[in-house]
């Protein structure tokens, strides 16, 4: 089992930052696949951006070149680092851990979610 508990939502005004932090317990995090995900009202969850277990990186194109995402295995920590915010970035914000064993069994943990608001 992992739990995932994410963190650093708030309202921001347009332009403004947020760093969002999700912190994990349980199973050894570094060789789980990390990532974000959001979901806005009305809409379905979606893919923000991602790092796997040997620290490749995959993003959203919507959200290239303003989030970075990072990881801290030491401190089993993943961050998300949102710059440039845009009003259409507003949604509950998820960690999620994910991997596949050598039996292809799926392992996949959600947090609770944190809400992030752009707005003015």
């Known amino acids: 089992q992992v739990q995932l508990v994410e963190s650093g939502g708030g309202l921001v005004q347009p332009g403004g930052s947020l760093r969002l932090s999700c912190a994990a317990s349980g199973r050894i995090f570094s060789i789980y696949n990390m990532g974000w995900y959001r979901q806005a009202p009305g809409k379905t969850r979606e893919f923000v951006a991602g790092i796997n277990s040997g620290g490749r990186l995959n993003y959203a194109d919507s959200v290239k070149g303003r989030f970075t995402i990072s990881r801290d295995n030491a401190q089993s920590t993943l961050t998300l680092q949102m710059d440039s915010l845009k009003p259409e970035d507003t949604a509950v914000y998820y960690c999620?851990?994910?991997?596949?064993?050598?039996?292809?069994?799926?392992?996949?943990?959600w947090g609770q979610g944190t809400q992030v608001t752009v707005s003015s």
């Open positions: 999620n851990a994910r991997r596949t064993d050598s039996s292809f069994r799926l392992y996949n943990y």
